[in-house]
């Protein structure tokens, strides 16, 4: 199913054109507009007109968070706020939050490129979808929200949290799509459980989760516990919020909604723009955006662009699905880390569940990783020697995956956090000592 035929099957050569036409634009709007892009580019020696060929986006210095931090909260806009209806903040941990403002041309641009992506998914008018993203600042809940709703399908604006009460609604609303972080969405199986509401029982057949990433093997974990096909999406505040890339019931990679962004990869370490099908930095340049545009903009999140066309139809390009943030690596006793490699091997693994924590430590000049991961039920927790070779055997695998040891600690089921929102299943003690 597609939202908007025309542009989501564009010959490549038609919306490079495109993309050409309107990158062209967005500098001059900025040169124009947004005093410290004017800086940047003229410090460059930089004009509209030196942007020939997509490829020469490279001239274009990049544009960071710290760059967003900077100017909190308005600097960047570049509209004044007569023309600007709506503003979302980024889940900012530390410090003053990212602002985003978006003008009326800017939301109703968010709410196509979000209806495109549930449509890709298989969602259609008929279908009644719960929005279990949090409302408010956040872009997940609102994002979502006005694309569904474009599209005449049925909205449970739910929100995040009251997690009983959102099984109590998929049974008696009758959802048939769920809207969450896909850690969320294994949650609220094991509250279903708890009521003794077998969650395939329940109407929902698709999830839409996006928000934080999650493994093949996540997926399949989640798709066979609520009986659904998941599908994921992409896209960060400082863009636009969701909407930037989603996948197709092909489940082979995230459509990028190109008219409106357009992606490179580079080297997280130097910048250098990497060959078409490497893996690194995803870097977003806005095409369309009126609130607040932004040039290059580094996003952290590990992927690589899939160029071949899909089965589906589609020929926007793809993104692989994110393998990480470039902040999320760790480098545990000199190796390269990223958590998903962790989750990927935890999913697999018998006799335990699927949530799990890692936890890294510095004994004196060593890094020492541990994983602690939930047992699937409790019948063997008083079996010393069945949980030791149950611990060996995921040690074993860790380290052949790895490269390193890594300690394992089985705990008790239900005993790790659980979130309504994007987990945070790392936990750096590094940082407490500033040692890092
Ligand atoms: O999480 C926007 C969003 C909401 C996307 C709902 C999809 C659905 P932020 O709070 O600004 O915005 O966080 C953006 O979340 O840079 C990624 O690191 C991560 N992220 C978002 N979607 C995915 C995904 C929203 N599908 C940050 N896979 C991004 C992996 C994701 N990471």
Redesign the pocket.
Known sequence: MFWNKEIETMPDEKIKELQLNRLQQTVEYVFKNVPFYKKQLVDRDLKAEDIQKLEDTEKIPFTTKEDLRKNYPYGLFAQPMDNIVRIHS??GTTGKP?VVGYTEQDLENWTSCVSRLIAAAGGKKGDVAQVA?GYGM????F??HYGLENMGISVIPASSGNSERQIMMMEDFGTTIL?S??SYALFLSEVAEDMGIDPRDLDVELG???????TEEMRHEIEQRWDMMVT???????VV?????GECSAQQG?HINEDHFYPEIVDPDTGETLPPGERGELVLTTLTKEGIPVLRYR???ITYLKPEPCSCGRTTRRMH??M??AD?MLIVKGVNVFPSQIESVLVEMEHIGPHYQIVVHRDGYMDDLEVRVEMASSDILDQYRALKEIEEKIRKKLRSVLNIDVEVKLVEPRTLDRTTG?ADRVIDLRDETGEK
């Not at 989760?209 to 999650?214: A, C, I, V």
């Not at 919020?241 to 890339?245: A, D, I, L, Q, R």
């Open positions: 980024s889940s990212v993203f956040f872009t997940g809940g994002g979502l809207i972080t896909p839409l989760f996006g928000g934080e990433g999650h994921e999406n992409y896209g960060l505040s400082e919020g969701p909407g930037v890339s995230l996003t952290r999140d699905k994110v990480g943030r999320d994007k």
